[in-house]
């Protein structure tokens, strides 16, 4: 079992900054692929970024490719995801995620094993 909580979420103006933690606890958190997802009200569930748990090589939507930037620190169990150039569309609930399966290298919310509570993150125009 891993357990993650999130912070860092608040409100901030267009074109500012914040920058998402998640905590983790429980087994090994070098073995775990780990994830940044967000839902916006009406809207499924979406993947934002993730880095792999080996080399933590990094991927991107195409919608925060350039302006976000996921970094993990194994030593503190810890996943961040800064965030720049805030658009009004990033406002949503953000969540960290953890997939224990080292060959799948997902990037599915469905395939993801453990979840945090969730971060909002509202931008206004």
């Known amino acids: 079992q891993v357990q993650l909580v999130e912070s860092g979420g608040g409100l901030v103006q267009a074109g500012g900054s914040l920058r998402l933690s998640c905590a983790a606890s429980g087994r090994p958190f070098s073995n775990y692929h780990m994830g940044w997802f967000r839902q916006a009200p009406g809207k499924e569930r979406e993947f934002v970024a993730v880095?792999?748990?080996?080399?933590?090589?990094?991927y991107y939507a195409d919608s925060v490719k350039g302006r976000f930037t996921i970094s993990r620190d194994n030593a503190k169990n810890t996943v961040y995801l800064q965030m720049n150039s805030l658009k009004a569309e990033d406002t949503a609930v953000y969540y960290c995620?953890?997939?224990?399966?080292?060959?799948?290298?997902?990037?599915?919310?469905?395939?993801?094993?453990?979840w945090g509570q969730g971060t909002q993150v509202t931008v206004s125009s």
């Open positions: 995620a953890a997939d224990a399966d080292y060959y799948r290298r997902s990037r599915e919310a469905y395939e993801y094993d453990y």
């Open positions: 880095t792999y748990s080996s080399g933590g090589s990094t």
